[in-house]
Antibody, heavy 122, light 112 residues
Framework: EVQLVQSGAEVKKAGESLKISCKGS????????IGWVRQMPGKGLEWVGI????????KYSPSFQGQATISVDRAINTAYLEWGALKSSDTAMYYC???????????????WGQGTLVTVSS | QSVLTQPPSVSGAPGQRVTITCTGS?????????VHWYQHLPGTAPKLLIY???NRPSGVPARFSGSKSGTSASLAISGLQAEDEADYYC????????????FGGGTKLTVL
């Protein structure tokens, strides 16, 4: 069974660093793109970026370039989204999602993690 | 403000048919990029509803259908049910965003 399990909710202060994770299981992790999607409170979904675990090729939405870093650890089938210095505007739910089956070779996401709520106070 | 425009809300009575539009431009939908649709219920992960414009993943009822023409795409839901009340998002790729993915602003479906 394909699963993406994300790390738990985080409460941080502005200026602190943070790394949230997304562990894949039930499929060959390195072979499929995995991405991150943000949902700010009361707002819609936003495409953050994607990474191909096998070679770590990464693509960011221009809005997120330089704001956060996507990485992977192939040895433990885990993708990460990391901030060096959080801002209050980073407060959001973050979902990881991957492209398998229906979306392999395409541009959609067919398997999603449960989401990680990040709260940043000023 | 997304480059893919959706109506903020639509509504319909049980059993009725509703359509949600996703309007783009020659930089995204009109450039031949596929459009996908997701259903998002509060407190859950988004769910892929339609992929590559018209295709339904296994387990998605045939009441849901997708279409694409020119610079727009549509999601139609027939035989509305109370459980369809959710937020719906279209997603495509956009040349002006360096070929990165983009979601529409989302549409809240209310079943009256």
């Amino acid at each position: 069974e394909v699963q993406l399990v994300q790390s738990g909710a985080e409460v941080k202060k502005a200026g602190e660093s943070l790394k949230i994770s997304c562990k894949g299981s039930g499929y060959r992790f390195s072979s499929y793109w995995i991405g991150w999607v943000r949902q700010m409170p009361g707002k819609g979904l936003e495409w953050v970026g994607i990474i191909f675990p096998d070679d770590s090729e990464t693509k960011y939405s221009p809005s997120f370039q330089g704001q956060a870093t996507i990485s992977v650890d192939r040895a433990i089938n885990t993708a990460y989204l990391e901030w060096g210095a959080l801002k209050s505007s980073d407060t959001a739910m973050y979902y990881c999602a991957t492209r398998l089956g229906y979306c392999d070779g395409g541009t959609c996401f067919d398997f999603w993690g449960q989401g990680t709520l990040v709260t940043v106070s000023s | 403000q997304s480059v893919l425009t959706q109506p903020p809300s639509v509504s319909g009575a049980p059993g009725q048919r509703v359509t949600i539009t996703c309007t783009g431009s020659s930089a995204n939908i009109g450039a031949g990029n596929d459009v996908h649709w997701y259903q998002h219920l509060p407190g859950t992960a988004p769910k892929l509803l339609i992929y590559r414009n018209t295709n339904r993943p296994s387990g998605v009822p045939a009441r849901f259908s997708g279409s694409k023409s020119g610079t727009s795409a549509s999601l139609a839901i027939s035989g509305l049910q109370a459980e369809d009340e959710a937020d719906y998002y279209c997603q495509s790729y956009d040349r002006s965003l360096s070929g990165r993915g983009v979601f529409g602003g989302g549409t809240k479906l209310t079943v009256l």
